[in-house]
């Protein structure tokens, strides 16, 4: 069974960083995508990279900040985040990008003053 584990979230002020880790394990070179749910709304999609590392950033008040990297050897995919802003908040999944299976538990992030 695939299984998925996510790190690296904290708390940032405004313009600030992050790079969360995803580590898969039981299967490799998956379609995979990184997910968020701000609090009180559904889980979105926020963007996907293929096994060979092509990334579509799907949010549009993303795109420019967020980008999303693997490294295949270690079995690992990455969501690298700048600028943040307080509407990032929420909790960030991993998961196939094609057929997304169990989730982990995610990691939170929270961008305030």
């Known amino acids: 069974q695939v299984q998925f584990v996510e790190s690296g979230g904290g708390s940032v002020q405004p313009g600030g960083s992050l790079r969360l880790s995803c580590a898969v394990s039981?299967?490799?070179?998956?379609?995979m995508g990184w997910y968020r749910q701000a609090p009180g709304k559904q889980r979105e999609l926020v963007g996907r990279?293929?096994?060979?590392?092509?990334?579509?950033v799907v949010v549009p008040s993303v795109k420019g900040r967020f980008t999303i990297s693997r490294d295949n050897a270690k079995n690992t995919v990455y969501l690298q985040m700048n600028s943040l802003k307080p509407e990032d908040t929420g909790v960030y999944y991993c998961?196939?990008?094609?057929?997304?299976?169990?989730w982990g538990q995610g990691t939170q992030v929270t961008v305030s003053v």
């Open positions: 998961n196939r990008a094609d057929t997304p299976g169990p």
């Open positions: 039981g299967s490799s070179d998956l379609f």
């Open positions: 990279i293929s096994s060979a590392g092509g990334v579509t």
